[in-house]
């Protein structure tokens, strides 16, 4: 999966902020046979139409995911993401970087390091 960049980030959560918030449900409507409505619950007020989802399986499921993700299901995982790109970047500060898999002097690898030299020439790594 593409991870999203910090850009489409900020246009995923501006759009849901400025969405209805939700919770959102599946909802039969009569407007044609086969159109079903996602949206807060009432018909005067529906966020989206899909059609053709009635008679297709596949396509009842795509309309219960639609549902499923309405502007707080999303604002809430990006508010989730961003305590945990927090927490990673103060985690990764506190570890101090892996030395190196091969001596840059020796060229041994994998190379057997002590106390930040190479076993084999004595080198430090770097
Ligand atoms: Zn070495």
Redesign the pocket.
Known sequence: MTELTPDEKAELRKAAEAATPGPWRREMIALAPGYMTIGVGTTELPVCIMNGVVESPRGNRDATYVAMASPSTVLALLDENARLEVEVGSLKARVPPEPPTF??????SP?RWSEGR??????PSK
């Not at 001596?103 to 041994?108: E, G, N, P």
């Not at 190479?118 to 080198?123: K, Q, T």
């Open positions: 001596c840059m002097y020796c060229r041994v190379v190479c076993l084999d020439c004595g080198e």
